[in-house]
């Protein structure tokens, strides 16, 4: 069970707009920054966002991210069938003094 | 362009150590601010961060796994090693290396993976 909360699965259509969250605590997303990552399926991570809202180069406008106290999101607009994937949230947690990974959700574009 | 690879046995037998390789091109791992890290995965399963390697030797462990675990690099080969010792069925998963600069979660380039079975 990890100390990130993200919900198992999302779904959407193509064209819509999909929000993952991330719960956590004053010792992780409350006082650290968070990134996120995107699996498609049988392959490596992929860095998808960094610093809570940050895109790295290539990764579409489509995505973006947020933070609030102890939450964060990543949202997905214009959905598109090659966002279908497993998605993991990160964040540094001052008690554990580690790195954590959220549970993953997996998005389903319908 | 950075790509990096893991090498290592498929399957190791519980008890024993695992020792898996990272070999990378495309960055020097002599450079400021430069990192390579650890990452697993069981299978079906959340990732789960290990150890990361900085370019000046600084090394950092899962808390949780720090007993068993040391990461070591050899720049002249271009090369990250990490052995995790007393291996156990819950190790089985797919390891993989990643290039990090500066952050500890914020790797922005990863080797394809290496799964690791684990079975008498």
Redesign the interface.
């Known amino acids: 069970q990890s100390v990130l909360t993200q919900p198992p699965s999302a779904s959407g259509t193509p064209g819509q707009r999909v929000t993952i969250s991330c719960s956590g605590s004053s010792s992780n997303i409350g006082s650290n920054t968070v990134h996120w990552y995107q699996q498609l399926p049988g392959t490596a991570p992929k860095l998808v966002m960094y610093y809570n809202y940050h895109r790295p180069s290539g990764v579409p406008d489509r995505f973006s991210g947020s933070k609030s106290g102890t939450s964060a999101s990543l949202a997905i607009s214009g959905l598109q069938s090659e966002d279908e994937a497993d998605y993991y949230c990160a964040a540094w947690d001052d008690s554990l003094r580690g790195p954590v990974f959220g549970g993953g959700t997996k998005l389903t574009v319908l | 362009q950075i790509t990096l690879k893991e090498s290592g046995p498929a399957l190791v037998k519980p008890t024993q150590t695992l020792t898996l390789t990272c070999t990378f091109s495309g960055f020097s791992l002599s450079t400021s601010e430069v990192g390579v890290g650890w990452?697993r995965q069981p299978p079906g399963k959340?990732?789960?961060?290990l150890a990361l390697i900085y370019w000046d030797d600084d090394k950092?462990?899962?808390?949780?796994l720090k007993s068993r675990l040391t990461i070591t690099r050899d720049t002249s080969k271009n090369q990250v090693v990490l052995t995790l010792t007393n291996m156990d069925p819950v190790d089985t998963a797919t390891y993989?290396c990643?290039h990090t600069f500066g952050?500890?979660?914020?790797?922005?380039s990863?080797?394809?993976?290496a799964l690791v079975t684990v079975s008498s």
Do not use: C, K, N
């Open positions: 990452i959340a990732l789960e961060w950092r462990y899962s808390p949780s993989y990643a952050e500890v979660l914020r790797f922005d990863w080797g394809p993976g």
